[in-house]
C-alpha cells in the first residue's frame, strides 16, 4: 500500500510548499502544482476557487504572519482520493522551523485529490488561532 501513501504525502507536501512559497511567481507556481485549475479552499476565514483566489488567501496569511512557516504535524493518512493531515505554523529560523515556543495556528485539513494527485479541494478547520485573527 506504500502507493497510495506515497501519493497522499506527495500531495501534503506540495500543499504546504505552496503555504510556504514566498513571492507571487514562486506562489503562483507552487498553488499551480499543488491544486486542480478549479481547486478550492473553505476553512472558517475563506471559501474560495481557483488558483488565483486560492494564492490570495495564502498571501494575506503570508502578510498577517511574517516569518512564519506552516509544517506537517503528524502523519498524512488516506484512503481512496482523500487525505487528511494537521499542520502548525511555526517560527522561522534560518529556513527551518525553530523548536521554541508554541505555533499561534494550528489546524487540520482534509483534501480531496484529482485522477493527478492534484487537489480539488480542502476543507481547512482551525484548532488553534490566535485572539486577533
Known amino acids: 500500500m506504500s502507493a497510495p501513501t506515497d ?3 506527495n500531495a501534503a507536501a506540495r500543499y ?5 512559497a514566498r513571492g507571487p511567481e514562486a506562489l503562483s507556481k507552487a498553488v499551480a502544482a499543488a491544486w486542480a485549475p478549479d481547486g478550492t479552499y473553505t476553512d472558517p476565514l475563506a471559501d474560495v ?10 498571501a494575506g496569511a503570508h502578510e498577517q504572519f511574517p516569518g512564519f512557516v506552516f ?4 502523519t498524512v493518512d488516506g484512503h481512496h482520493d482523500t487525505a487528511r493531515f494537521s499542520w502548525e505554523l511555526v517560527a522561522e529560523a534560518e529556513g527551518t522551523p525553530s523548536g521554541g515556543g508554541s505555533a499561534p495556528v494550528a489546524g487540520f485539513d482534509v483534501i480531496t485529490l484529482d485522477d493527478e494527485g492534484r487537489i480539488r479541494s480542502v476543507l481547512g478547520f ?3 488561532v490566535p485572539g486577533a485573527a
Open 49 to 58: 476557487r481557483g488558483h488565483e483566489q486560492i494564492a490570495a488567501v495564502i
Open 71 to 74: 509544517r506537517l504535524s503528524g
Open 126 to 128: 482551525l484548532d488553534r
Open 7 to 9: 501519493r497522499y504525502e
Open 16 to 20: 504546504l510548499e505552496a503555504w510556504n
